[in-house]
């Protein structure tokens, strides 16, 4: 229950957060699946706030997804084993989980070719029409629930989810010890991806934005150098200039973390003869780039989906400490309606916050 008082009534009663029309969301009963064998019943204690998130709040909708009908919410959680499944031998009620929310067929040739991210029919948490984790507790497959360390908070579990962004982008660039990266765009993404390519070895980053704030965080949390930038695509050649003077050295990974015209752009036109660019972000489905001149330099473009086994590094990059997520959890919330409606605000506005938790 929520430090609001109205997670659940006084019967216990599993309730969750439903988004249930544009700028609606509404604490209503959840009534959980029959727990399968090889699943777990968790009560989320967790749960944080992404963009997407945020995106279906506004609109319904995100990329090719619209919700047609009520959905609960929320994908970045991680909580307690309340129950076991008969066959499941890895967890015991009592366990602190953090949990992978995308469940694959494992039948499709994407997913027995180890690419289960690209699997056409995974359900995945809160997104439509498959409900999320906003709630008092969960049934999930065991094998996606992965235990936490004790030096390992439920929040910091929670934060493996965006981290495997990070964490994934990195793999799909093979960033080492002598990657120099550039990421383009301070946000939550930017600054997982910022702190999972150090956690690779990466000697040098520099890191772009057009806000200040955001900025001064990303050197907070050990970027080498930051840019600030404009969104006007006629500033693009003196911010590259700009950006490879920062490096002082050639830029070998690229990853575009907000996804326009102009990130991309600038991403392709910094990186050096050979390097890579990732495009994490998706703020448009449609970019103008100058893919030509990048491909006559050999410049790889990386495309990015998710992620896929990912939650056992992040964890030990987590317990290890290699990586700290703490100082982006800028902002708690409790579980009520008046707190969840309030959690949301806050993060649709942007400015100090980056990653919005709720405490269940």
Known sequence: MGKGGEGSDGNGENMAAWLVAVNTIKIQPYQLPALGPCDVRVRMKAVGICGSDVHYLKTMSCAHFVV????VIGHECAGVI????????????????????????GRCKHCKGGRYNLCPDMKFFATPPVHGSLANQIVHPADLCFKLPDNVSLEEGAMCEPLSVGVYACRRAFVGPDTNVLIVGAGPIGLVTM???RAFGAPKIVITDVDDNRLSVAKTLGADDTVKVS??????DEEVIQIQKAMGADI??????AGFSKTMSTA???TCAGGKVCLVGMGHNELTVPLTPAAAREVDVIGV?????????CIDFLRSGKVDVRPLITHR??????????AFEVSARGRDAIKVMFNL
């Open 82 to 105: 309340e129950e076991v499944g008969s066959e499941v031998t890895s967890l015991v009620a009592g366990d602190r989980v953090a949990i992978e929310p995308g469940i694959s067929c």
């Open 333 to 342: 919330f409790g579980f009520s309606q008046g707190e969840v409606e309030k």
């Open 252 to 257: 070998h990974a690229t990853f575009d973390c």
């Open 195 to 197: 702190l999972a390519a």
């Open 305 to 313: 989906f998710r992620y896929k086994d990912t939650w056992p590094l």
């Open 68 to 71: 047609k009908e009520p959905m």
């Open 268 to 270: 392709l036109n910094a």
């Open 231 to 236: 969104t006007n695509m006629e500033d693009l």
